[in-house]
Protein backbone atom coordinates (compact mmCIF):
# COMPACT_ATOMS: atom_id res chain seq x y z
CA UNK A 1 0.00 0.00 0.00
CA UNK A 2 0.89 3.82 -0.11
CA UNK A 3 3.70 4.73 2.41
CA UNK A 4 3.74 8.33 3.89
CA UNK A 5 3.80 11.06 1.96
CA UNK A 6 5.09 14.74 2.61
CA UNK A 7 4.96 17.75 0.18
CA UNK A 8 6.30 19.71 -0.90
CA UNK A 9 9.81 18.00 -1.65
CA UNK A 10 11.68 21.04 -1.73
CA UNK A 11 10.83 24.44 -0.50
CA UNK A 12 12.81 27.85 -0.51
CA UNK A 13 11.82 30.58 1.49
CA UNK A 14 13.54 33.96 2.01
CA UNK A 15 14.28 34.73 5.85
CA UNK A 16 11.22 35.79 7.25
CA UNK A 17 8.57 34.13 5.44
CA UNK A 18 5.65 31.47 6.78
CA UNK A 19 6.14 28.03 5.30
CA UNK A 20 3.40 25.56 5.57
CA UNK A 21 4.74 21.74 5.26
CA UNK A 22 2.18 18.88 4.74
CA UNK A 23 2.30 15.15 5.89
CA UNK A 24 -0.27 12.41 4.67
CA UNK A 25 0.33 9.27 6.70
CA UNK A 26 -0.11 5.84 6.12
CA UNK A 27 -4.01 4.96 6.18
CA UNK A 28 -5.13 3.86 9.36
CA UNK A 29 -2.20 5.03 11.34
CA UNK A 30 -3.59 6.81 14.23
CA UNK A 31 -0.40 8.12 15.24
CA UNK A 32 1.84 10.78 13.24
CA UNK A 33 5.03 12.11 14.17
CA UNK A 34 7.21 15.01 13.00
CA UNK A 35 10.69 15.36 13.13
CA UNK A 36 13.90 17.19 11.66
CA UNK A 37 17.07 16.60 10.40
CA UNK A 38 19.51 19.29 10.47
CA UNK A 39 23.23 18.80 8.61
CA UNK A 40 25.52 16.45 10.25
CA UNK A 41 22.73 16.22 13.21
CA UNK A 42 20.15 13.40 14.24
CA UNK A 43 16.75 13.55 13.65
CA UNK A 44 15.20 15.84 16.72
CA UNK A 45 11.71 14.95 17.79
CA UNK A 46 9.16 17.72 17.19
CA UNK A 47 5.70 16.93 17.73
CA UNK A 48 3.17 13.54 17.79
CA UNK A 49 -0.12 13.36 17.61
CA UNK A 50 -2.62 10.28 19.01
CA UNK A 51 -6.08 10.08 17.60
CA UNK A 52 -8.17 12.59 19.48
CA UNK A 53 -5.58 13.10 22.36
CA UNK A 54 -4.05 16.44 22.77
CA UNK A 55 -0.78 16.45 21.04
CA UNK A 56 2.79 16.54 22.39
CA UNK A 57 4.28 19.61 21.54
CA UNK A 58 7.02 19.09 23.64
CA UNK A 59 9.69 19.29 20.94
CA UNK A 60 8.80 22.28 19.25
CA UNK A 61 12.12 24.89 19.03
CA UNK A 62 10.23 27.85 19.51
CA UNK A 63 6.64 29.11 19.55
CA UNK A 64 7.35 30.30 15.59
CA UNK A 65 6.21 26.36 15.00
CA UNK A 66 3.13 24.84 15.00
CA UNK A 67 1.49 21.70 14.06
CA UNK A 68 -2.66 20.50 13.45
CA UNK A 69 -3.86 17.42 12.02
CA UNK A 70 -7.40 17.88 10.66
CA UNK A 71 -10.19 14.46 10.60
CA UNK A 72 -7.20 12.42 12.46
CA UNK A 73 -5.55 12.10 8.88
CA UNK A 74 -3.34 14.71 6.98
CA UNK A 75 -1.00 16.85 9.46
CA UNK A 76 0.45 19.91 8.30
CA UNK A 77 3.59 21.73 10.40
CA UNK A 78 3.58 25.73 9.91
CA UNK A 79 6.72 27.71 10.47
CA UNK A 80 6.13 31.01 10.96
CA UNK A 81 8.86 34.60 10.00
CA UNK A 82 11.36 31.83 9.28
CA UNK A 83 15.11 31.87 10.10
CA UNK A 84 18.18 30.71 8.68
CA UNK A 85 18.32 27.86 11.28
CA UNK A 86 15.15 26.44 10.32
CA UNK A 87 17.15 25.15 7.38
CA UNK A 88 16.66 21.65 7.29
CA UNK A 89 14.90 18.08 6.16
CA UNK A 90 11.43 18.01 8.16
CA UNK A 91 10.33 14.49 8.36
CA UNK A 92 6.77 13.11 8.95
CA UNK A 93 6.32 9.64 10.27
CA UNK A 94 3.32 7.53 10.84
CA UNK A 95 2.49 4.57 13.12
CA UNK A 96 -0.56 1.89 13.54
CA UNK A 97 -1.09 3.14 17.29
CA UNK A 98 1.33 5.00 19.71
CA UNK A 99 3.67 3.43 21.70
CA UNK A 100 6.63 0.84 20.78
CA UNK A 101 5.35 0.17 17.40
CA UNK A 102 7.51 1.04 14.51
CA UNK A 103 7.27 4.54 12.74
CA UNK A 104 7.24 4.61 8.96
CA UNK A 105 9.04 7.74 7.76
CA UNK A 106 8.04 9.68 4.44
CA UNK A 107 10.88 11.13 2.18
CA UNK A 108 10.82 14.29 3.93
CA UNK A 109 10.94 18.13 3.17
CA UNK A 110 13.67 19.99 2.15
CA UNK A 111 13.60 23.63 4.05
CA UNK A 112 16.36 25.93 2.75
CA UNK A 113 15.89 29.66 3.99
CA UNK A 114 17.61 32.08 2.64
CA UNK B 1 17.69 12.72 29.46
CA UNK B 2 17.83 9.96 27.08
CA UNK B 3 20.99 9.46 24.96
CA UNK B 4 22.15 7.58 22.36
CA UNK B 5 25.70 7.60 20.71
CA UNK B 6 26.67 5.79 17.52
CA UNK B 7 30.14 4.47 16.37
CA UNK B 8 32.08 4.52 14.18
CA UNK B 9 30.73 7.96 12.64
CA UNK B 10 31.50 6.14 9.69
CA UNK B 11 32.77 2.69 8.50
CA UNK B 12 34.20 1.98 4.71
CA UNK B 13 33.99 -2.17 4.00
CA UNK B 14 35.39 -4.31 1.22
CA UNK B 15 32.77 -6.73 -0.41
CA UNK B 16 32.29 -9.74 1.74
CA UNK B 17 34.19 -8.25 4.59
CA UNK B 18 31.75 -8.48 7.92
CA UNK B 19 31.43 -6.00 10.53
CA UNK B 20 29.40 -4.50 13.59
CA UNK B 21 28.42 -1.12 14.24
CA UNK B 22 27.34 -0.46 17.85
CA UNK B 23 24.54 2.16 19.59
CA UNK B 24 25.34 2.89 23.28
CA UNK B 25 22.45 4.46 24.91
CA UNK B 26 21.10 5.75 28.24
CA UNK B 27 17.39 6.27 29.02
CA UNK B 28 15.34 5.83 31.95
CA UNK B 29 13.55 2.77 31.39
CA UNK B 30 13.61 1.02 27.52
CA UNK B 31 10.77 0.78 25.71
CA UNK B 32 12.13 -0.39 22.46
CA UNK B 33 15.15 0.48 20.34
CA UNK B 34 15.00 0.46 16.88
CA UNK B 35 17.22 0.64 14.03
CA UNK B 36 16.96 1.89 10.56
CA UNK B 37 18.53 2.61 7.11
CA UNK B 38 18.26 5.76 5.41
CA UNK B 39 19.65 6.27 1.52
CA UNK B 40 21.15 9.56 0.68
CA UNK B 41 17.40 11.94 -0.01
CA UNK B 42 15.21 9.58 1.05
CA UNK B 43 13.63 8.89 4.31
CA UNK B 44 14.97 6.21 7.46
CA UNK B 45 13.51 2.49 6.55
CA UNK B 46 12.89 0.57 9.07
CA UNK B 47 14.61 -2.23 9.76
CA UNK B 48 14.01 -3.67 13.59
CA UNK B 49 12.28 -3.26 16.91
CA UNK B 50 14.44 -4.60 19.84
CA UNK B 51 12.45 -5.01 23.59
CA UNK B 52 14.58 -6.82 25.86
CA UNK B 53 18.09 -7.46 26.76
CA UNK B 54 19.13 -10.38 24.83
CA UNK B 55 17.19 -10.26 22.26
CA UNK B 56 18.68 -11.14 18.34
CA UNK B 57 16.38 -9.95 15.12
CA UNK B 58 17.71 -11.02 11.56
CA UNK B 59 16.89 -10.03 8.19
CA UNK B 60 19.20 -11.25 5.41
CA UNK B 61 22.37 -10.20 5.77
CA UNK B 62 21.67 -8.18 8.82
CA UNK B 63 21.48 -8.56 12.56
CA UNK B 64 20.89 -6.96 15.62
CA UNK B 65 21.64 -7.55 19.24
CA UNK B 66 20.59 -6.08 22.65
CA UNK B 67 22.16 -5.40 26.14
CA UNK B 68 21.01 -3.23 28.81
CA UNK B 69 23.25 -0.52 27.82
CA UNK B 70 24.19 -1.26 24.13
CA UNK B 71 23.19 -2.77 20.58
CA UNK B 72 24.90 -4.29 17.75
CA UNK B 73 24.07 -3.98 14.17
CA UNK B 74 25.79 -6.96 12.48
CA UNK B 75 26.55 -7.22 8.92
CA UNK B 76 27.62 -10.03 7.40
CA UNK B 77 29.01 -10.98 3.89
CA UNK B 78 28.39 -6.91 2.79
CA UNK B 79 27.18 -5.94 -0.47
CA UNK B 80 27.73 -2.58 -2.15
CA UNK B 81 23.88 -2.27 -1.80
CA UNK B 82 23.97 -2.40 1.68
CA UNK B 83 26.00 1.26 1.48
CA UNK B 84 23.36 3.81 3.63
CA UNK B 85 23.39 5.61 7.09
CA UNK B 86 22.01 3.42 9.82
CA UNK B 87 20.38 5.18 12.26
CA UNK B 88 19.64 3.70 16.27
CA UNK B 89 16.53 5.25 18.08
CA UNK B 90 15.52 4.40 21.49
CA UNK B 91 11.81 4.83 22.80
CA UNK B 92 11.56 5.77 26.46
CA UNK B 93 8.63 4.89 28.73
CA UNK B 94 8.82 8.23 30.45
CA UNK B 95 9.21 9.82 26.68
CA UNK B 96 5.61 9.25 25.32
CA UNK B 97 6.20 7.67 22.08
CA UNK B 98 9.20 10.29 21.16
CA UNK B 99 12.11 8.67 19.11
CA UNK B 100 15.41 9.90 20.06
CA UNK B 101 17.73 9.13 17.55
CA UNK B 102 21.71 8.78 18.03
CA UNK B 103 23.82 10.18 14.63
CA UNK B 104 24.27 7.60 12.62
CA UNK B 105 27.11 5.38 11.13
CA UNK B 106 27.55 5.69 7.31
CA UNK B 107 28.70 2.08 6.38
CA UNK B 108 30.17 2.24 2.22
CA UNK B 109 30.76 -1.03 0.96
CA UNK B 110 32.89 -1.13 -1.91
CA UNK B 111 32.87 -3.59 -4.53
Known amino acids: GAGVSQSPSNKVTEKGKDVELRCDPISGHTALYWYRQSLGQGLEFLIYFQGNSAPDKSGLPSDRFSAERTGGSVSTLTIQRTQQEDSAVYLCASSLVGGGLEQFFGPGTRLTVL | ?111
Not at chain 2, 11 to 40: H, I, K
Not at chain 2, 85 to 109: D, N
Open chain 2, 1 to 111: EDQVTQSPEALRLQEGESSSLNCSYTVSGLRGLFWYRQDPGKGPEFLFTLYSAGEEKEKERLKATLTKKESFLHITAPKPEDSATYLCAVQAKASGSRLTFGEGTQLTVNP
